[in-house]
């Protein structure tokens, strides 16, 4: 079956670095990727769209110069959490859609991001 | 406005069958999806439906009514490691996946 790939999957950082987050579809080409983000025992909460080669399209609330998304390709998509603080502390994943005939969503294994 | 309704909680006994139901409204309608969540992990698709009906897959069939916003997920011969949260998510008009808090299943031996 079809696998979404995240890289890295646990990072541990410093309040005020930033940390770039990986988001590969494996074996289909995915015009659409979606970036989540999932505190403990709540909800999925979409943060951004992104779609390739154009700029992604994020939700209400969500700071998109602090959570940069670049789709460079149909394959990549990368979010880059700029000067992380304690609070960005959560569980990050990525959707890949896959449409053409066979719709479905395919979810990545998720990033831990805690920041000290 | 979007709006998704499932159980918050189910407790089942291993073996036994479960249904899980859904009710859902979306502006626009693509499809809809359900997915499997452990705890601590990412969630894993278990199936997509867009055409009135039973979808069979293994132990896991989903059904879906357009005119009603209605699915349900049904498992059958549970196991303990089903136990886990069931995310019914509806698709918009913009292809994005509308979430509700799931449902957590719990499996008792």
């Known amino acids: 079956g079809a696998v979404v790939s995240q890289h890295p999957s646990w990072v541990i950082c410093k309040s005020g670095t930033s940390v770039k987050i990986e988001c590969r579809s494996l074996d289909f080409q995915a015009t659409t990727m979606f970036w989540y983000r999932q505190f403990p025992k709540q909800s999925l909460m979409l943060m951004a769209t992104s779609n390739e080669g154009s700029k992604a399209t994020y939700e209400q609330g969500v700071e998109k110069d602090k959570f940069l998304i670049n789709h460079a390709s149909l394959t990549l998509s990368t979010l880059t959490v700029t000067s992380a603080h304690p609070e960005d502390s959560s569980f990050y994943i990525c959707?890949?859609?896959?449409?053409?005939?066979?719709?479905?969503?395919?979810f990545g294994p998720g990033t831990r991001l805690l920041v000290l | 406005g979007q709006n998704i309704d499932q159980p918050t909680e189910m407790t089942a006994t291993e073996g036994a069958i479960v249904q899980i139901n859904c009710t859902y409204q979306t502006s626009g309608f693509n499809g809809l999806f359900w997915y499997q969540q452990h705890a601590g992990e990412a969630p894993t698709f278990l199936s997509y439906n867009v055409l009135d009906g039973l979808e069979e897959k293994g132990r896991f069939s989903s059904f879906l009514s357009r005119s009603k916003g209605y699915s349900y997920l049904l498992l059958k011969e549970l196991q303990m490691k089903d136990s886990a949260s069931y995310l019914c998510?509806?698709?918009?008009?913009?292809?994005?996946?509308?979430w509700g808090a799931g449902t957590k299943l719990i499996i008792k031996p």
């Open positions: 959707s890949a859609r896959r449409g053409e005939g066979r719709e479905t969503q395919y």
């Open positions: 998510a509806p698709m918009d008009s913009n292809y994005q996946l509308i």
